[in-house]
């Protein structure tokens, strides 16, 4: 990757090509999920008014499927439904 661009440029340019979720982020980049998130959050304005869009797989629950969370650009600690917590984590991707 390129050195010369911010962690932000860096995590747009690989989100255009291939998906990656924010754990992943955080291990490439060294950051936090927490971090890797506010990037995406900030990567998703930036493309406004552009004809690329930031695509979302919500996360999912492994016991019974839920994927309706409030917030997508999250990573829950369990179900809302079965109060499971093995969440499955949201997955990014620019197209």
Same mark, same amino acid.
């Given at each position: 990757? $390129?050195?010369?661009? !911010? ?5 747009? =340019? ?11 982020? #955080?291990?490439?980049?060294?950051? #936090? ?5 506010? /990037?995406? %959050? /900030?990567? #998703?304005?930036? @493309? $406004? *008014? !552009?004809? &690329? &869009?930031? @695509? ?13 969370? =409030? ?12 109060? /499971? %917590? *093995?969440? %499955? ?5 620019? %197209?």
């Amino acid at each position: 990757m $390129d050195t010369e661009q !911010t962690t932000r440029q860096q995590i747009a =340019d690989l989100l255009r090509e291939e998906p990656a979720t924010p754990s992943g982020l #955080s291990e490439e980049f060294g950051i #936090s999920v927490g971090a890797a998130l506010r /990037h995406v %959050e /900030h990567v #998703s304005k930036s @493309l $406004d *008014g !552009t004809d &690329e &869009e930031l @695509l979302v797989r919500p996360p999912e629950c492994r016991e019974c499927g839920f994927s309706d969370f =409030d917030d997508p650009l999250n990573v829950p600690s369990r179900c809302p439904e079965c109060k /499971h %917590e *093995g969440i %499955e984590e949201p997955a990014f991707k620019i %197209e």
